[in-house]
Antibody, heavy 120, light 108 residues
């Protein structure tokens, strides 16, 4: 069974930093691209970033480019999101999501999410 | 930046057919995906590659594509189908992901 478990969310002040982690199990992690997707309270889904299976290709939404860094450790079956210079508008539930094997632009499994609140 | 456009809401009676559209200029080049999200839960994939249905998803869910519009069709809607539905695709380069704004399906 595919499992994605996020951790690291919490309350942080504007301008602060936070590192999210996602522990993957139930599949060959090193074969799949991975994504972070967020959802602000009461709002829709927003794609944040993706990383290819070997970390060769990394992409970001314009809203987080230069502030967030996605990375992965295939030996530890883990995905990360380093978030710096956080703003109030970054407040959201952050989901770890697996890319589809046949088309990495799609997502086939999602974690339950971790809440990040940016507030003074 | 690239956008996908969905209607904010769709309402149908039980047993009827619901159709949710999603429009975007790059849809003729990029696959579309559909997700169902119920309150307090993570999204669930219901359609991939425009019209394929994952295992475990009821047959009443189907997808189609025509030009710059993709459509999620739910035939014989049931009360349990009430949820938010999101389309998702990529920009023309295939590198930047994008979601539609979401459609709230109400079962009357």
């Amino acid at each position: 069974e595919v499992q994605l478990v996020e951790s690291g969310g919490g309350l942080v002040k504007p301008g602060g930093s936070l590192r999210l982690s996602c522990a993957a199990s139930g599949f060959t992690f090193s074969s799949y691209s991975m994504n972070w997707v967020r959802q602000a309270p009461g709002k829709g889904l927003e794609w944040v970033s993706s990383i290819s299976s070997s970390s060769s290709y990394i992409y970001y939404a314009d809203s987080v480019k230069g502030r967030f860094t996605i990375s992965r450790d295939n030996a530890k079956n883990s995905l990360y999101l380093q978030m710096n210079s956080l703003r109030a508008e970054d407040t959201a539930v952050y989901y770890c999501a697996r890319g589809c094997l046949h088309d990495s632009s799609g997502i086939d499994y999602w974690g339950q999410g971790t809440l990040v609140t940016v507030s003074s | 930046s690239y956008e996908l456009t969905q209607p904010p809401s769709v309402s149908v009676s039980p047993g009827q057919t619901a159709r949710i559209t999603c429009s975007g200029d790059a849809l003729p080049k990029q696959y579309a995906y559909w997700y169902q999200q119920k309150p307090g839960q993570a999204p669930v994939l219901v359609i991939y590659k425009d019209s394929e249905r994952p295992s475990g998803i009821p047959e009443r869910f189907s997808g189609s594509s025509s030009g710059t519009t993709v459509t999620l069709t739910i035939s014989g809607v049931q009360a349990e189908d009430e949820a938010d539905y999101y389309c998702q695709s990529a920009d023309s380069s295939g590198t930047i992901g994008v979601f539609g704004g979401g459609t709230k399906l109400t079962v009357l």
